[in-house]
């Protein structure tokens, strides 16, 4: 696995947020501030036993501001803004690809870079989705939310069928289980979590075999 990021991937990501009008950028910089001060005091003292209003006092913001960027308590650990940029790499490769080809390739892409840039973080995030229930069920709805919508409107695109279609939604749904069960395995100390860029593709390459077993 690489241990720096490939050009291609840092560019793809500034050059992203750099479009961003500059009170988008703002808006952007305040949510990343509030993650960050409430990771780390989950860290110290326990999500469940750290209040929305120590994480804005942390801060320095109010509570309204950060129900403002977070719905609820569980959104500021589950939320990320890598769902955007899988949709645009998604969208880069070869229109001859397949369906699961052409997310497997993303997925080759993205998940080595995410790992090795964002790794604390992941870590973070994801012990503490292991150990809160919650956070669990959050988790499984930003999945519905997030990355199962976006692989429809982008697979409807690809095929040039509706989004609405139900083979692009089992497609989704499909995609959305193999991402689960990679966590899950991670979650119930099957993996260690560098191994999951490689369960991934592996999951996605038994997936586009019909799974031979």
Known sequence: MSTSPPEH???????????????ERKKLRTRRAIQDHALRLFGERGY???????????????PSTFFRYFPTKEDVVVTDEYDPIMAEVIRAQPPEMSPIGAFRATMRDLLPQMFATDMDTVMTRMRLTA???????????????????????????????????????????????????????????????????????????????????
């Open 131 to 213: 150990t809160v229930p919650a956070l669990r069920a959050r988790t499984f709805e930003s999945l519905r939310e997030g990355t199962h919508l976006i692989l429809k409107e982008v697979m409807a695109e690809r095929t040039g069928r509706p989004r609405d279609d139900l083979d692009i939604d089992a497609f989704a749904w499909a995609v959305v289980g193999v991402l689960m069960s990679a966590m899950y395995a991670w979650m119930d100390d099957r993996v260690r979590i560098e191994q999951m860029p490689d369960l991934i593709d592996h999951n996605l390459e038994q997936l586009e075999a019909g799974f031979p077993f």
């Open 9 to 23: 991937f840092v560019d793809r990501l500034e050059d992203r947020l750099q479009r961003l009008p500059l009170r």
């Open 48 to 62: 469940d036993e750290t209040t929305v209003e120590q994480i804005a006092e942390a801060a320095e913001i109010s």
